[in-house]
């Protein structure tokens, strides 16, 4: 939620790191009371349109290397080990990429995103230089969001996203 609502020009987004859970753990305060919401008659948004890649983009990087392809998905499918979850796709990876399976970047026990060091410390680990353009991907474009905010914590910069992901790209 935390890129489309950025992707479409939300300016003031922030994200309950840790989630509801974690914030009821803490005895943090909850109301049960629903404010009305006035209806707009119009809604207008600004997409980021260059926060966006597509097949041909990609197809053209492999060649040219414009940028980084980081890919979210497990170790596993990333190496071809694993079967992939959608039927018709191929197993592997896109030739070039690199990968950072989106769980290192969470830690298990509080759902909480990593400090920002062991996040710097993560894309090193995965020769992964966030200085240099970077894009990211997973099965299905979802999880990628999760590095991209990663990507945003420890750079400050927006990030990118192939939204086909692999299950575009990898179609037999």
Excluded at 49 to 71: A, G, H, M, R, T
Excluded at 102 to 108: A, L
Excluded at 125 to 130: A, G, P, S
Aim: charge should be positive; include cysteine.
């Amino acid at each position: 939620m935390w890129f489309a609502l950025k992707y479409f020009g939300h300016e003031k987004v922030s994200v309950l790191n840790g989630g509801l859970q974690k914030w009821l753990r803490e005895g943090k305060p909850t109301t049960e009371k629903i404010d009305k919401i006035e209806q707009k008659d119009s809604y207008t948004t600004n997409e980021n349109n260059d926060w966006i890649k597509n097949k041909k983009q990609i197809d053209e990087n492999i060649k040219k290397d414009s940028f980084i392809l980081v890919d979210a998905r497990s170790r596993n499918r990333f190496d071809g080990k694993a079967e992939e979850p959608r039927p018709g796709l191929k197993k592997g990876c896109i030739p070039g990429s690199k990968n950072i399976p989106f769980q290192n970047c969470i830690n298990p026990e509080t759902n909480t995103f990593k400090s920002k060091s062991e996040l710097i410390n993560i894309f090193k680990e995965n020769n992964v230089d966030y200085y240099k353009p970077t894009v990211f991907m997973c099965g299905s474009g979802v999880t990628a969001c999760v590095l991209g905010l990663a990507y945003f914590l420890i750079s400050d910069k927006n990030a990118v996203i192939y939204d086909g992901s692999f299950a575009e790209w990898g179609k037999k």
